[in-house]
């Protein structure tokens, strides 16, 4: 295809029109020597020029332009501009056209982001030229030459110097009508195609109107500009009618041939690999990250906080929190937490971000959740192990020990420990203890996931731990005592939100960094600490410290949720799909690899492995957004029931479930399942239906769970898939009571026979996640 020769090009100074071999030079007579010797001729005539028989000019948007448009996996699509075909008043016109190949080699596209459309319509030149892609061929501007234009299309240059004068000043001169002829002499030496349609001059001239109105054209918000959109489409249409019809149709049908031809074999291959990307995905890595001391710990002042708080102690064994829906007990547990800040302030400036300080000028704020009393009685009477429930620990001279003894830990051995300045950690107390229990239990359902508790007791004068990190979010509860805490944040994104706990730094490792808190926390007061902050704290000289640390979030993120679903869509796609089946390509080892090396089969990486893996990854994620999203939160779901702990019961609960209360195993007060008999969950989340197909499903609870994390095997039963709209029933009216009258009467469950709903209840009831209360 023709290039332009620069050493023939229309920069003649000479004004000597180009020679060719096949045209001899063109002599230019004085017109005034013609009128003169009587020679003048009319101005028809003497401007009249015989048409060239030489090739003209080919435009180079029309030489590069595309066939076809291929996205990163070599999957052949059509761009729409827009939208459809718009219903106008006398008929159908295509507002929003299909943007050929044809229509981008004939109208160059210019974008232009002016601040002001208005101000863009009124001034032609002034407007920006943007270098953005439109069907892989634009033009940009040379910085260092304003007379030249290049163009790019599909990564080739091309060079071309501006026909159009967008200066008012200059546009009212003439134009040198030689400098067009010397253009229209200038051939290809490797020949041209004398098929190839041919542009008139003019088309390579571009008018700055045609410009503003293509801009417009892009910015279709603007009333005004979408007015001058519909001119311009409308003078596209006058100019495409003027163009021969026989010419446009053979490149037409030329074209769709082509094309129709590639896409078949395209398609056949990879039709089915595209992949639709979630919009979510154009935000998820664009969060800033504050690093270090640039962010701020929020702190309650004791005088705000004393005012809101009621004097009286909080008593954990007459289940304070308790509503009817589990949920609202927990959502009060929590604020109870962290009052004086409500619960959604939490959540939206504070949770996995934010360093949270409560002081409160309540020394009994906590009542009796914990004390030294109480950890010495559970010393006494349960039997405690080293490793597994304590751990004794000291912290001198920036060095961290552990003097973990073996077997049993006894309360005069803990004393010594105490003695000697090493703080003594409780790592599970909610085993062992029905207060922190209860706390820890009931936020299980506010957090979602498993909630534990460690607590530490520290002599005076002494610290215990080296600055570190967690793998989970604590709440740190001072019930005794005082203690001065240090806390940094993350110095990088690298080190946000950490999934396993950190190592001991020593204080050199901490110089130079400036904590976003500093400060002494005393008994009634809070500090939530984030997963990833890095904290060490000391004691009083004079005064012990005894913390309730309750923490949550452990393992329990969207790296853990994609760990469990991945492998599972890995599985699924391989049954489906037998090309996931096939082997890998021969000679993979001599295509790439991770040491920069002379690999024989390099240029065979792309083709036959990573397109191939790009596809498969391609259906992965449609498998996973299209079908396996929802039963990747019964993975969870089924996961928390594994792990988290039982529900800590009321007596009257007891009473009304399986468990029982002060049972007479001979009396004859059964629990009959009649018409009036009332029946309700236990809690919103200590079950879950789950299905194994789709005419088989179980039931995972935790009523069964060991207080001991993971203390037991994981709770499954079977249940009848006839069951399933009875069990439907009972989980959208919680926490109302429903009567067995109102669940074999309602229309979710009129597909079912009254004996297989009976029988549905009854297994609930059985398995111990259903409330039962009799008639009077």
Same mark, same amino acid.
């Given at each position: *295809? ?15 029109p180009?020679?060719?071999?096949s045209k001899?030079?063109?002599?230019f007579?004085?017109?005034?020597a ?16 015989e ?9 180079p948007?029309?030489?590069?332009k595309?066939?076809?448009?291929? #996205?990163?996996?070599d ?36 974008e232009?982001?002016?601040k002001?459309g ?8 002034h407007?920006?030229v943007?270098? &953005? ?5 634009? $033009?940009?501007?040379?910085p260092?030459n304003?007379?030249?234009?290049t163009?790019?299309?599909?990564g080739k240059e091309?060079t071309?110097?501006?026909?159009v004068?967008? #200066?008012?000043?200059? &546009?009212?001169?003439e ?11 200038v ?6 195609d %004398?098929d ?5 001059e003019?088309?390579?001239i571009v008018d700055?109107?045609d410009?503003?109105?293509?801009i417009? $054209?892009?910015?279709v918000?603007d ?7 519909e001119?311009?489409?409308? &003078?596209?249409?006058v100019?495409?009618?003027e163009?021969?019809?026989e ?13 129709q %031809?590639?896409?078949q %074999?395209e ?8 992949s639709?990307?979630?919009? *979510?995905?154009?935000d998820s ?7 270090g001391?640039?962010r ?6 004791? #005088?705000k906080?004393?005012r809101?708080f009621?004097a009286k102690p909080v008593?954990?064994?007459a ?5 009817q ?6 959502s009060?547990a929590?604020g ?5 800040c409500d ?7 504070f ?17 009796? /959740?914990?004390s ?5 009685? /559970?010393l006494e009477k349960?039997? /405690? ?10 912290y001198?001279?920036g060095?961290?020990t ?11 051995i803990?004393?010594?420990h105490?003695?000697? =300045?090493c703080s003594?950690? =409780? ?6 203890d029905d207060?922190?229990?209860?706390l820890?239990?009931i ?6 996931c $498993?909630v ?6 520290t002599p005076?004068g ?7 990190w967690d793998?989970?979010?604590?709440f ?8 001065y805490?240090?806390v ?5 994104a690298?080190?946000e939100?950490?999934?396993e706990s ?6 050199d490792d901490?110089?130079?960094k400036?904590?976003?808190f ?5 008994q009634?007061d809070?500090?939530?600490?984030? +997963? ?9 000289k ?10 949550t979030g452990?393992?329990w993120s969207?790296?853990? @949720? ?10 699924a =796609?391989t ?5 996931l089946? +096939?082997?890998l390509?021969?000679g993979l080892f ?5 040491v ?5 089969? &390099? ?11 790009d596809?498969h990854?391609?259906r992965? +994620?449609?498998?996973v957004a299209d079908h396996l999203l929802?039963?990747?939160v ?8 594994k792990?988290a702990?039982?529900?800590i019961l009321?007596d009257?609960e007891?009473?009304?479930?399986v468990?029982?209360l002060s049972?007479?195993?001979?009396g ?8 009036n008999?009332?029946v309700k ?6 079950q879950?239906? =789950? ?5 088989s ?5 935790? *009523?069964?769970?060991?207080r001991l994390?993971?203390?037991r ?13 009875t069990? +439907?029933?009972?989980w959208n009216?919680?926490?109302e009571w429903?009567?067995?009258?109102e669940i074999f009467s ?7 026979t ?13 398995m111990?996640? /259903? @409330?039962v209360?009799?008639?009077?």
């Amino acid at each position: *295809m023709g290039k332009k020769n620069k050493s023939n090009g229309g920069g003649n100074t000479n004004n000597t029109p180009t020679k060719t071999p096949s045209k001899p030079p063109v002599k230019f007579n004085d017109k005034w020597a013609s009128i003169e010797n009587g020679e003048a001729k009319s101005a028809s005539v003497s401007h009249y020029k015989e048409p060239s028989k030489e090739p003209k000019f080919v435009h180079p948007a029309k030489l590069a332009k595309e066939k076809k448009i291929f #996205d990163g996996l070599d999957i052949p699509e059509r761009v729409l501009a827009h939208g459809k075909v718009v219903e106008q008043n006398g008929g159908k016109k295509r507002r929003h056209r299909e943007i050929s190949p044809k229509m981008e080699a004939k109208k160059p596209k210019v974008e232009s982001k002016s601040k002001d459309g208005v101000a863009a319509k009124k001034a032609h030149k002034h407007f920006t030229v943007s270098s &953005e892609v439109v069907q892989s061929t634009y $033009f940009f501007e040379e910085p260092d030459n304003g007379n030249e234009v290049t163009l790019v299309s599909n990564g080739k240059e091309t060079t071309i110097e501006k026909t159009v004068i967008l #200066d008012e000043e200059v &546009e009212d001169e003439e134009i040198d009508e030689e400098e067009f002829e010397d253009e229209e002499e200038v051939e290809d030496e490797e020949g041209m195609d %004398e098929d190839e349609t041919e542009i008139d001059e003019s088309e390579m001239i571009v008018d700055p109107k045609d410009i503003e109105r293509y801009i417009e $054209f892009e910015d279709v918000d603007d009333e005004d500009e979408m007015e001058d959109e519909e001119e311009f489409e409308d &003078e596209e249409e006058v100019e495409d009618e003027e163009v021969d019809d026989e010419e446009e149709e053979e490149v037409a049908d030329e074209e769709r041939g082509e094309e129709q %031809e590639d896409e078949q %074999e395209e398609e056949e291959e990879v039709s089915d690999e595209e992949s639709v990307v979630s919009e *979510m995905d154009a935000d998820s890595d664009d969060e800033g990250f504050i690093a270090g001391k640039d962010r701020e710990a929020h702190v309650i002042s004791k #005088d705000k906080a004393a005012r809101t708080f009621a004097a009286k102690p909080v008593d954990f064994d007459a289940f304070p929190f308790n509503d009817q829906d589990s949920v609202v007990t927990a959502s009060r547990a929590f604020g109870f937490m962290v009052s004086p800040c409500d619960v959604q302030t939490f959540f939206d400036k504070f949770y996995q971000s934010n360093v949270l300080v409560v002081h409160r000028k309540t020394p009994a704020y906590y009542g009796n /959740l914990f004390s030294t009393t109480r950890f010495s009685e /559970l010393l006494e009477k349960h039997y /405690l192990e080293y490793n597994m429930n304590i751990n004794i620990a000291q912290y001198k001279d920036g060095i961290r020990t552990t003097l973990n003894g073996k077997g049993r830990v006894y309360p005069q051995i803990v004393k010594q420990h105490l003695h000697n =300045l090493c703080s003594v950690q =409780l790592v599970n107390p909610q085993t062992f203890d029905d207060r922190i229990w209860y706390l820890c239990e009931i936020l299980q359902e506010q957090f979602g996931c $498993f909630v534990g508790a460690n607590t530490y007791l520290t002599p005076a004068g002494s610290s215990g731990f080296a600055p570190h990190w967690d793998e989970i979010d604590a709440f740190l509860l001072q019930v005794e005592g005082r203690k001065y805490w240090r806390v940094w944040a993350p110095e990088s994104a690298e080190e946000e939100l950490p999934l396993e706990s950190s190592g001991n730094f020593t204080e050199d490792d901490m110089k130079g960094k400036e904590p976003v808190f500093e400060g002494w926390i005393e008994q009634g007061d809070m500090i939530y600490i984030p +997963r990833g902050y890095t904290h060490q704290a000391r004691t009083d000289k004079k005064v012990h410290s005894l913390h309730v640390t309750v923490s949550t979030g452990r393992q329990w993120s969207f790296a853990n @949720l994609m760990e469990k679903v991945i492998p599972e869509a890995v599985g699924a =796609l391989t049954e489906e799909r037998h090309k996931l089946r +096939r082997g890998l390509p021969i000679g993979l080892f001599d295509m790439g690899g991770v040491v920069d090396l002379d690999y024989s089969q &390099e240029e065979h990486f792309t083709e036959k492995f990573k397109i191939v893996v790009d596809r498969h990854m391609s259906r992965l +994620r449609n498998l996973v957004a299209d079908h396996l999203l929802d039963s990747s939160v019964d993975s969870m779901t089924k996961e928390f029931m594994k792990q988290a702990l039982p529900p800590i019961l009321t007596d009257k609960e007891k009473k009304r479930s399986v468990i029982g209360l002060s049972t007479n195993l001979l009396g004859d007060d059964l629990i009959d399942f009649c018409a009036n008999t009332k029946v309700k969950f236990i809690r919103k989340h200590t079950q879950r239906l =789950l299905m194994e197909s789709e005419d088989s499903c179980f039931i995972s609870h935790r *009523m069964n769970n060991s207080r001991l994390f993971e203390g037991r095997p994981e709770t499954l039963v079977d249940f009848p898939s006839t069951g399933i709209d009875t069990y +439907r029933v009972l989980w959208n009216a919680y926490p109302e009571w429903r009567t067995l009258d109102e669940i074999f009467s309602c229309r979710e469950t009129k597909s079912n026979t009254r004996k297989e709903k009976l029988a549905a209840i009854q297994i609930l009831f059985q398995m111990g996640v /259903l @409330l039962v209360k009799n008639p009077k």
